[in-house]
């Protein structure tokens, strides 16, 4: 049973956005295991969850060694890379809903948006300098300057789009980057990985428990979901799943 499978272990504190050659030059970074042959040998499968956005908020160079140590982490082109990111199109949704519902107080905002008007221009007519574009539930919050909101609003492909992204207590205040996703396409393929799978997060779970009973047995152990695939998590936690999306990477032979 695979339950009672007992696999090896190797952990390794390191930037991921460092060379892996250099993760195993200090020993201290090395918590467990002997990682060496395993990251010389490679994998059938990489999982990066939550993360490859702080990439982006890093810049270009900081995305193009991330994924080129994904790549090099596969085995082969039959080895397969999921990540899960922040779905820009959703972010995109929600930021112009907010700017819609500033509308009762800033006349004429989301014309301003929608017309030729510099993102500069918009923020210096209908805020001040201290407002910003804040969004979110009792799970989340997103806070956006003026200038970059309206860009998201506006569908920028730019690497550098930052905002401030508050979850409960465990994330406050934390700097991230949208992930646009023509950048994130052709930043995998120079590395040689193709997108071949994308979609947002909650439609691939909901998928996933759908057409595998191991996965729902496993999320009802995790209070995800309740008997017969029913919802526990609340709508306000929901709103946090759809924020996001899978993808699924493999290498390019």
């Not at 397969?80 to 199109?89: F, K, R």
């Amino acid at each position: 049973r695979v339950r009672d499978m007992k696999l090896k272990a190797s952990l390794v504190v390191a930037d991921m956005a460092t060379p892996k050659e250099e993760w195993l030059v200090d020993n201290s970074k090395i918590v467990h295991g002997s990682p060496s042959e395993m990251l010389q040998t490679g994998f059938d499968l990489v999982v990066m969850q939550f993360a490859m956005h702080y990439s982006f908020a890093r810049g270009t160079d900081a995305v193009s060694s991330t994924l080129r140590n994904m790549s090099a982490l596969l085995r082969s082109n039959q080895s397969m890379a999921l990540v899960t990111v922040i779905d820009a199109a959703e972010l995109r949704r929600r930021t112009r809903q907010r700017l819609a519902e500033l509308e009762e107080d800033h006349a004429g905002l989301v014309s301003a948006v929608d017309s030729e008007q510099s993102p500069s221009e918009i923020a210096t007519k209908f805020f001040s300098s201290e407002e910003q574009i804040v969004f979110g539930n009792s799970v989340y919050t997103v806070k956006f300057e003026v200038q970059p909101a309206v860009k998201v609003a506006r569908g920028y492909n730019e690497a550098d789009l930052r905002y401030s992204f508050t979850l409960g207590d465990a994330v406050v205040d934390c700097e991230e980057a949208v992930v646009p996703q023509d950048l994130l396409v052709e930043s995998g393929a120079a590395e040689g990985l193709r997108v071949v799978r994308q979609e947002n997060f909650a439609s691939f779970v909901q998928k996933g428990i759908e057409s595998s009973d191991a996965l729902a047995r496993l999320l009802q152990d995790m209070k995800v979901v309740g008997p017969r695939a029913a919802r526990s998590l609340s709508e306000d936690e929901w709103q946090v799943v759809s924020l996001y999306k899978a993808l699924l990477m493999d290498k390019a032979s």
